[in-house]
């Protein structure tokens, strides 16, 4: 079957690094996707990983480990604004994105 | 420049109506999609079109049907609504189906049962 892991909720101090985990099995794979989701909005795109390794944009960096099923998603510099859901998302066979409960990111002063 | 256009964007419904959400993109995207999410669970498809004149079912298409009449829209019904339709609903856009491409989302439409 196809099963997506990360944690409920994690919290961090502005400022400080922050480090979002996911496991993920699925039926084929075309990459994998994170998005970031604010309270009461629409989920929007931040990262794209095909090839094992590191992607780095700005303060957000994402990490794939196709062998192992594993992604992670890096923060940075967390900032009040950065407090939102982030949603682990690996695309199948069928370019269909199987979708994560998100881990909401909580941060404080 | 709009992008993807919800409509309703948020309905308290009788259980038992009859319930059209309306999704409209500018983008010439070919695939569509309709999820739900629901608090504690990821989105779930309900229902997909890749191309204009067809449709595909997803993960949770029971209680629900859509059209694809043309590029830009991609209206989802619910025709005798239930509680446990009550839920966030999402449109989504890809460019093409048979991509990898990054998914645009409609600003959501919220929906109550009662």
């Known amino acids: 079957g196809q099963n997506i892991d990360q944690p409920t909720e994690m919290t961090a101090t502005e400022g400080a690094i922050v480090q979002i985990n996911c496991t993920y099995q699925?039926?084929?794979?075309?990459?994998l996707f994170w998005y970031q989701q604010h309270a009461g909005e629409a989920p929007t795109f931040l990262s794209y990983?095909?090839l094992d390794g590191l992607e780095e944009k700005g303060r957000f960096s994402s990490f794939l480990s196709r062998s192992k099923g594993y992604s992670y998603l890096l923060l940075k510099e967390l900032q009040m604004k950065d407090s939102a859901s982030y949603l682990c998302a690996p695309m199948d066979s069928n370019y269909q994105l199987i979708w994560g409960a998100g881990t909401k990111l909580i941060i404080k002063p | 420049i709009a992008g993807i256009t919800q409509a309703p964007t948020s309905q308290i419904l009788a259980a038992g109506r009859r319930m059209t959400l309306r999704c409209t993109q500018d983008m010439r995207h070919n695939a569509m999609y309709w999820y739900r999410q629901d608090l504690g669970l990821g989105l779930r498809l309900i229902h997909y079109s890749n191309t204009a004149g067809t449709t595909g079912k997803g993960e949770v298409p029971d209680g629900y049907s859509v059209s694809r009449a043309n590029t830009d829209d991609f209206p989802l019904t619910l025709a005798s609504a239930v509680p446990s339709q009550t839920s966030v609903y999402f449109c989504?856009?890809?460019?093409?189906?048979?991509?990898?491409?990054?998914?645009?989302f409609g600003e959501g439409s919220r929906l109550t049962v009662l």
């Open positions: 699925t039926s084929g794979f075309n990459g």
């Open positions: 990983n095909v």
């Open positions: 989504a856009t890809k460019r093409l189906a048979g991509e990898a491409g990054e998914l645009f």
